[in-house]
């Protein structure tokens, strides 16, 4: 059986040679956000929760996350499950939502949209998901 080839997340977008940090994280029941603090403060642009199931961060780990988001931080949730989507932007607000994308395919998308300065607006890293991701 053939699989369907499917094209990367960036393709035909350029590549700068050099990408922003963006941490990738995994959420787990108990998660207190100390990795997040940590991430944050070892100068993370970005950082990318791998939810439990759809994209959902436990409370203690949220509200680290909600800290790393007011200080200017780009937080993503990616879901955990193999197939699927992420909860949408909507539901994830104030934060990102990695949508159709892995969170490892989130995690380049954002290296690479962060790679130019400082944090562009949350409206236009979205879009930038969400158009890979399609």
């Not at 949220?62 to 879901?79: F, I, K, S, T």
């Amino acid at each position: 059986m053939e699989r369907p080839v499917t094209r990367g997340p960036l393709a035909e977008r350029p590549v700068p040679s050099e990408v922003a940090p963006v941490t990738l994280l995994t959420c787990h029941l108990g998660s207190d956000g100390t990795l997040v603090r940590a991430a944050v403060a070892a100068g993370a642009r970005g950082i990318v929760a791998t939810g439990l199931g759809a994209g959902f961060a436990p409370a203690a780990e949220r509200a680290a996350l909600v800290e790393a988001d007011e200080a200017g931080v780009a937080v993503c949730l990616a879901r955990r499950t193999t197939h699927g989507r992420t909860v949408g932007a909507v539901d994830t607000a104030p934060f990102l939502s990695a949508g159709a994308l892995t969170a490892l395919q989130a995690r380049l998308v954002l290296s690479v949209g962060l790679a130019d300065g400082p944090t562009p607006g949350t409206r236009s890293l979205q879009d930038l998901l969400d158009g890979c991701g399609a």
